[in-house]
């Protein structure tokens, strides 16, 4: 059975797509390191890359990563709707297959370690690898964004990386590395250019605001759309269904006396977070993957030989 950990790294551009290309580029030279998905937004000017690579491989995976994002991505130059302290703002590491937690955790600070030191770029660990409680949770770390810790981290202690200098990189900035579950980030459109509204709405379903808990949730101004968002984190889509909070968000709308326009996947979504949508609002009973052509496709191909046979679809 394969060894695999999924990387979502966030990288602070998501306007010149050349770039992302690049440093996509670079992750894929790496062997086993396969680009799974690309999300990028012009009004956060962030792109979220998703790929998987056995832990043999991802630290330099990662770094090559980090590497070629601090040389395209200024941070001086950097604006954008979306909170962020680096060019490469966060590198999330999810253990899939045969690879535990403690094995991933060492792996994100072997990561942090030669970020830090080849590329002089301040690293905090958050989520599991956290070596604090306050840094568990990112918003802590990203607190006053990169401006803000561009001031503080050579004189607040409680700014000192975890590794790298104590002192900004202007060019790259800082960057979080973390060891965390499965997590789907889900935005949001309403019908209406007023951010109050949306940030009305994010703090009512966020659990820090005494919302639901799991869930994470910024309201932003979407220009290009004319539009503003409810950008949320589900940190256990078991617990916090995604349906769930919809419902809420569409009530919390119609007091506004706005409607939501659409809503939007970053990266990749579990199948069994996209069954539990389908069976609420079609009411269907006990949708499973195996009712899907392709699924059931795939095991007929594969049982007479004529696909390779995979217990997954690495």
Known sequence: MPRIIECIPNFSEGRRLEIIRAIADEISSVVSAKILDIHSDIDHNRSVITYICDPEHVVESGFRAYRKAAELIDMTKHEGVHPRIGACDVFPMVPLESVTVDEAIQLANE????????????????????????????????????????????????????????????????????????????????????????????????????????????????????????????????????????????????????????????????????????????????FKKEKVIEERLGEALRSSGVLEDKSKPY
């Open 111 to 286: 990561l942090g370690r030669r970020v830090g030191t080849e590329l002089q770029i301040p690293v905090y660990l958050y989520e599991s690898s956290a070596k604090s409680e306050e840094r568990k949770n990112l918003a802590n770390i990203r607190r006053g964004q990169y401006e803000e810790l561009t001031k503080t981290i050579a004189y607040d202690t409680s700014k000192t990386p975890d590794f790298g200098p104590a002192q900004m990189n202007l060019k790259a900035g800082a960057t979080a590395i973390g060891v965390r579950g499965p997590l789907i980030a889900f935005n949001v459109f309403l019908d209406s250019q007023d951010k109050s509204i949306a940030k009305k709405i994010a703090n009512a379903i966020s659990e820090s605001k005494g919302g639901f808990k799991f869930v994470k949730s910024l309201g932003f101004e979407i220009k290009s759309k004319n539009q503003v968002q409810v950008s949320m984190n589900f940190t256990d889509y078991r617990k916090t269904p995604l349906h769930r909070v919809f419902e809420t968000i569409k009530s919390e709308a119609d007091r506004y006396g706005v409607n939501i326009a659409s809503s939007e996947i970053v990266g990749l979504i579990p199948f069994d977070a996209a069954a539990d949508i389908v069976n609420f609002y079609l009411r269907l009973t006990g």
